[in-house]
């Protein structure tokens, strides 16, 4: 490649950058400026909306319940997920298009059809079970599965599952052992970004929420913009540079063996959509 | 390294099917005490198969496998005492050489000195103490096979199972690696079973050879009986180099382009067959005579091999391979008039093409 292209190819690469960051960074930026604006013409910045978040009860417990799903999605959806995906490629190869489809299913149905179709399992589950919120975990686990699936299907592929769990299991290790002990660890990023995935989704959903009328942040959040505004958009904001901060950890969970890394995770978002 | 003396193990008319596909029809192998035994055999012929059935990796459909004359048939693998190395590196990409050596012994709690202790031990049988601490991705392939036969051999299994453990090697170092797998089964004394498609590699490591076609087994006796005495047609054929030559089987010798050559199987019934004879069984006439006749031909090809060399002869008809030392061989490069001469050996015979034992 000569000087000039490769001039040229910096150039575009720094030109997409600033416009992907302008891209997302502009709104938040406008969503930051408008939370601090005081009340008035001329008047000075104030964080006072961000001050007045612990003020609305609601909405505390709106961010309680959403961080409470969004932990209990991940768990029992990487309980679900790891030992199936694993197991179909150790013992069930030809259901694994069977289980892809099912997992990817979900992003093929409208949030608000999926809701038709649980609201009378959460009536029955309110009237015979609870009406927790909690109980909305149930509903996001499906909602997480075709994000979760990819990301663990990458980090599945990146290793020779079989070859590694016969050589486990010849060495003494029960399959909880292999499981465990072996593959976990070498799909720890995977697993590290199927979790920040669901827990990313869960707390920025709201229609299911909404519509099933359970109170989480999202729905609070919108509830709260129809009184206050400035400390709904705060709390946006808040829950942005929220999942922001998840992605920079996640970042720092990414070394050893087995890593994979955000650009993967980029793929798998867009092989997602796709 | 204090070790168990080798057990007896058994296979007993082990049967395994895929679907339509039988990968083992009936084998019955019995490996003696701290014996080392190779099966030798084309891909899909069953060797992995059966290696796997012994490891309890898989289940059989029928027939028995007994260790120590404890039936194992049924016990699953992580119990059946059996030390693996696998064809491709399977090495625990999260652990360090020593603990990778140390799990197993991890899985039968020992204490964690004991473990470290075992772990260096078996590097150093290996040669790889000073890389203990290295994970998978800092070894070479070569390295990564020896941890992994050191692995295999940390928990002092009652059985070695290598399923072709150098393939995926340079050739160099295969055959380094190759003596190395030796020594230590020698100095260990522990029964194993190696499996490969490579002859070289089998008839140099193993006490015996079984050579395996279609699910069973065609051959099993030392490298230089299978070698020298194929007790089939395929195994003349897939062990070493063999020339297809047609000849007329004639009470219990078989004429070959004027050559009578005695048969291994001398009852055969007469008639047309295709005598299976060794390269080396063939070689360049000294004397002068280039008259025309069944075994005067030309030379097309001669392949340098170090001491020995390969000449291709066309023979009009048929192209014949000899070999002999490469001195013998230098006078005659390609595009020399040469006449061949077979030494009488006893060969089989095949009626037809692919044709099953008929001498």
């Known amino acids: 490649m000569t000087g000039a292209r490769r001039l040229k190819l910096q150039v575009f690469r ?102 038709v179709g649980l609201w009378p399992i959460y009536q029955w589950m309110g009237n015979n079970f609870s009406d927790s919120i909690l109980t909305l975990s149930f509903a996001y686990i499906i909602l997480v599965l075709p994000y979760a699936y990819r990301a663990l299907d990458a980090g599945l592929s990146a290793i020779d599952v079989k070859t590694l769990s016969e050589a486990s299991r010849s060495l003494g290790a029960g399959w909880f052992t292999v499981m465990w002990r072996i593959i976990v660890p070498n799909i720890r990023s995977a697993i590290l970004n199927a979790s920040f995935l669901s827990v990313a989704l869960v707390l920025g959903e709201y229609t299911i929420a909404q519509n099933l009328l359970y109170p989480n942040l999202q729905v609070e959040i919108v509830s709260l913009g129809r009184t206050n505004a400035g400390v709904s958009i705060a709390v946006a904001v808040a829950s942005l540079l929220f999942a922001f901060l998840l992605l920079v950890l996640l970042s720092f969970f990414n070394r050893g063996p087995g890593r994979l890394r955000l650009k993967d995770l980029q793929q798998v978002m867009r092989s997602v959509k796709a | ?26 084998l019955s192998l019995t490996i003696a005490p701290g014996e080392l035994v190779a099966l030798l055999g084309p891909s899909g012929c069953g060797k992995t198969t059966a290696l796997r059935l012994l490891a309890g990796l898989e289940e059989a459909d029928g027939g028995r496998v007994v260790i120590d004359g404890n039936d194992v048939t049924t016990v699953p693998a992580n119990r059946r005492d059996v030390g693996m190395v696998f064809q491709a590196y399977s090495l625990f990409p999260h652990m360090v050489a020593w603990e990778n050596v140390a799990f ?43 941890v992994a036969l050191a692995r295999a051999l940390a928990i002092r299994p009652k059985v070695l199972l290598l399923d072709e453990p150098l393939s995926a090697l340079d050739a160099k170092v295969r055959s380094r690696l190759r003596d190395e ?36 087994l065609e051959q099993l006796g030392p490298p230089t009986l299978v070698y020298t005495r194929p007790a089939t047609p395929f195994v003349a054929e897939f062990v070493g180099l063999t020339n297809r030559l047609p000849g007329t089987v004639k009470r219990g010798t078989v004429e070959v382009r004027g050559t009578e050559l005695p048969l291994v199987q001398p009852n055969a019934p007469d008639g047309p067959a295709i005598a299976l004879v060794r390269p080396e069984a063939v070689s360049l006439a000294t004397d002068a005579d280039m008259a025309p006749g069944p075994l005067v031909g030309t030379v097309i090809a001669v392949a340098f091999l170090g001491a020995t060399s390969r000449v291709t002869v066309d023979l009009g008809d048929i192209t014949v391979l000899a070999q002999m030392p490469t001195s013998a061989a230098a006078g005659s490069p390609a595009g020399t008039r040469v006449r061949l001469a077979i030494r009488p050996d006893p060969v089989l015979i095949a009626r037809e093409e692919k044709a099953p034992v008929d001498a």
């Open chain 2, 181 to 216: 797998i030796r020594r230590v089964q020698l100095e260990v004394g522990i029964t194993t079973l190696f499996v490969t498609h490579d002859q070289e590699e089998a008839l140099a490591i193993a006490d015996r050879v079984g050579v395996m076609q279609a699910g069973h």
């Open chain 1, 14 to 115: 720094v030109v997409v950058l600033l416009l992907a960051g302008a891209f997302f960074l502009v709104p938040i930026g406008a969503m930051f400026e408008f939370s601090t604006r005081g009340v008035g013409d001329n008047a000075a910045r104030t964080l006072s909306s961000w001050k007045q978040i612990f003020d609305y009860p609601d909405l505390i417990a709106g961010i309680v319940a959403s961080l409470q799903l969004a932990a209990i999605t991940s768990l029992v959806m990487l309980a679900l997920l790891v030992p199936t995906m694993v197991w179909v490629r150790l013992k069930l190869p030809k259901l694994s298009r069977v289980i892809e489809l099912i997992c990817l299913l979900p992003l093929t149905i409208p949030a608000i059809v999926l809701v």
């Open chain 2, 104 to 146: 197993g012994l991890q899985m039968r709690k020992v204490g964690t000195d004991e473990r470290k202790r075992r772990a260096l031990e078996v590097l150093e049988l290996v040669g790889l103490a000073d890389y203990a601490n290295r994970y998978a991705t800092q070894l070479s392939g070569g390295q990564q096979q020896r």
């Open chain 2, 1 to 26: 390294m204090a070790e168990r003396a080798g057990v007896e193990v058994r296979l007993e008319n082990l049967h395994r099917r895929y679907g339509p596909v039988t990968a083992l029809n009936d």
